[in-house]
């Protein structure tokens, strides 16, 4: 069976600290590792990896994912209150399937 | 472009009732998903559709789940009779399948179930 693990659960940092997400994966036939950010209802697609090594960034947001190691981290630089949500990590199948991990909580205080 | 659209956005049942929620996918999307996220889970897939045909739906608890999308576009999700443990946001996304490598999901903005 298929399974994303993700960790820290929860974590709480202060405004303008740099957080790391971690996320490591056993998926079959693996195509993909994506990252999700949930603030209320629905995820929000943040990145897609497909090659391992490459770093994908989108402002103070960037991930990195290593495919001999099954692992990807996510990375926020000067966090925000803002920045304040479950981050969700999914690892995409052949069949266009996402498996996700339970998510980590961050809670940026002012 | 419009999202995915759901709804109801809340729903209250007693067990044993019936329930159906209503999910429309981007225009285009060939690909749409169920998923059931449990409070403090990650999402779960239900049931994935290309077009109108089922490609995985063995995650679905299939004595009370069903699922359809008759016309390759909406799509409904039915429990019955309901569960205590039913009581979930229930995602529905969306994504271009195909023959490339598209797996970009597009979530809606759930339905949150509450059995009492």
């Known amino acids: 069976e298929d399974k994303v693990v993700q960790s820290p659960l929860s974590l709480v940092v202060h405004e303008g600290d740099t957080v790391t997400l971690n996320c490591s994966y056993e998926?079959?036939?693996?195509?993909?590792l994506l990252w999700y950010k949930q603030e209320k209802k629905a995820p929000t697609f943040l990145f897609m990896l497909?090659?391992?090594?490459i770093e994908k960034k989108s402002g103070r947001l960037s991930s990195i994912l290593d495919k001999k190691e099954l692992f990807s981290i996510l990375n926020i630089t000067a966090t925000q209150t803002g920045d304040s949500a479950i981050y969700l990590c999914?690892?995409?199948?052949?069949?266009?399937?996402?498996?996700f991990g339970k998510g980590t909580k961050l809670s940026v205080i002012p | 472009e419009a999202g995915v659209a759901q709804s109801p956005r809340y729903k209250i049942i007693e067990k044993r009732q019936s329930v159906a929620f209503w999910c429309n996918p981007i225009?285009?999307?060939?690909?749409l998903y169920w998923y059931q996220q449990i409070l403090g889970q990650g999402p779960k897939l239900l049931i994935q559709f290309q077009n109108n045909g089922v490609v995985d739906d063995s995650q679905l608890p299939k004595d009370r789940f069903s699922a359809e999308r008759l016309k390759g576009v909406d799509s409904t999700l039915k429990i019955q009779p309901a569960k205590l443990e039913d009581s979930a946001v229930y995602l529905c996304a969306s994504s271009l399948g195909g023959g490339g490598l598209t797996y970009e999901q597009y979530f809606g903005p759930g339905t949150r179930l509450t059995v009492t």
């Open positions: 225009s285009g999307h060939a690909t």
């Open positions: 999914a690892g995409g199948a052949g069949s266009y399937q996402l498996t």
């Open positions: 497909t090659s391992s090594g």
């Open positions: 998926v079959t036939n693996f195509r993909s």
